[in-house]
C-alpha cells in the first residue's frame, strides 16, 4: 500500500473555523452577523465556529477570554468587535481610547501567532471598527462625547493591523445629530428605542455582507 504523501493533505478541501469574540453586539442569535455571516458560507456545523460574548464586556475581557481560547483551540479567522464599553464605562474616556487599542493590537498579535484550525496557515484576525453611536440617550454618560468616539474609529481603522478592518460607519452611513437623525439612513440600522445602537438584522447583515465580500471572498496570495 503506497504512503500517504503530505502533499495529499494540502489537497484536502480544508474545514475552517471561526471564532466570534465581542460584547452584546456580538450574539447568537438569528439575526446577528455572526450567525448571518456563516449562512453567507454555508456553514451549518456548530463545530466549526464558537462565540466568546459577555454583555458589557471591556476589551480586556476579551483579550483575557481569547487567550485562554486560543491556549485550547485552533481557528482560521478570528472576528473582534468591541470597545463601545471601554469608553462608556470610563470616567476618562480620553485615557480609554488608548486602553482600546493596545488591547485590539494584543488581540490581534494572538490571533496571528497562532496556527488555524488547518494546521497549515497563520490564524486571520478580523476587527469591527465601531458604528457611530451619535445620538445615544442623552441622559446616558459620556452621549455627548464625540470627539473621543470619533477619534477612537479613526485609531482603529489606521493603528490596528488585523487582517481586515471592518469600516463600519461608511457602511452604516456615518454619524448623525439629533436634528438630522430621523433623515439618515443609520436609523434604519438601529433597534428602536434602545438606549444605545444596537445593530438590528439590516445593521448586522450589511456587516456580515461587507466582511463576507470584501475579505473572505477575495482571492488573497
Same mark, same amino acid.
Given at each position: ?98 486602553? $482600546? ?9 494572538? *490571533? &496571528?501567532?497562532? !496556527?488555524?484550525?488547518?494546521? /497549515? ?54 454619524? $448623525? ?9 443609520? *436609523? &434604519?440600522?438601529? !433597534?428602536?428605542?434602545?438606549? /444605545? ?25
Amino acid at each position: 500500500m503506497a504512503k500517504s504523501s503530505p502533499w495529499n493533505d494540502l489537497l484536502k478541501p480544508q474545514v475552517q473555523k471561526y471564532l466570534f469574540v465581542g460584547d452584546s453586539q456580538t450574539n447568537s442569535m438569528a439575526t446577528n452577523f455572526s450567525q448571518l455571516l456563516m449562512g453567507y458560507l454555508g456553514i451549518t456545523d456548530p463545530k466549526q465556529f464558537k462565540i466568546l460574548q459577555k454583555d458589557g464586556a471591556p476589551t480586556s475581557w476579551m483579550k483575557l477570554a481569547l487567550m485562554q481560547e486560543l491556549a485550547k483551540n485552533q481557528y482560521d479567522y478570528v472576528i473582534i468587535w468591541g470597545g463601545y464599553n471601554d469608553m462608556y464605562s470610563q470616567t476618562q474616556p480620553a485615557q480609554a481610547k488608548f486602553d $482600546v487599542i493596545k488591547n485590539l493590537k494584543e488581540m490581534v498579535a494572538l *490571533v &496571528q501567532r497562532s !496556527t488555524g484550525a488547518n494546521q /497549515i496557515s497563520r490564524s486571520k484576525a478580523i476587527v469591527i471598527n465601531l458604528h457611530c453611536d451619535r445620538y445615544r440617550n442623552p441622559s446616558i454618560r459620556f452621549a455627548n462625547n464625540e470627539k473621543e468616539m470619533d477619534a477612537l474609529y479613526k485609531m482603529i481603522q489606521t493603528e490596528v493591523p488585523a487582517n481586515y478592518v471592518v469600516p463600519t460607519r461608511s457602511i452604516t452611513g456615518g454619524c $448623525v445629530t439629533n436634528s438630522n437623525i430621523l433623515k439618515n439612513k443609520r *436609523v &434604519q440600522f438601529c !433597534t428602536p428605542n434602545d438606549k /444605545i445602537c444596537h445593530l438590528n438584522k439590516d445593521g448586522n447583515q450589511a456587516i456580515a455582507k461587507n466582511i463576507y465580500s470584501n475579505y473572505l471572498m477575495r482571492p488573497r496570495w
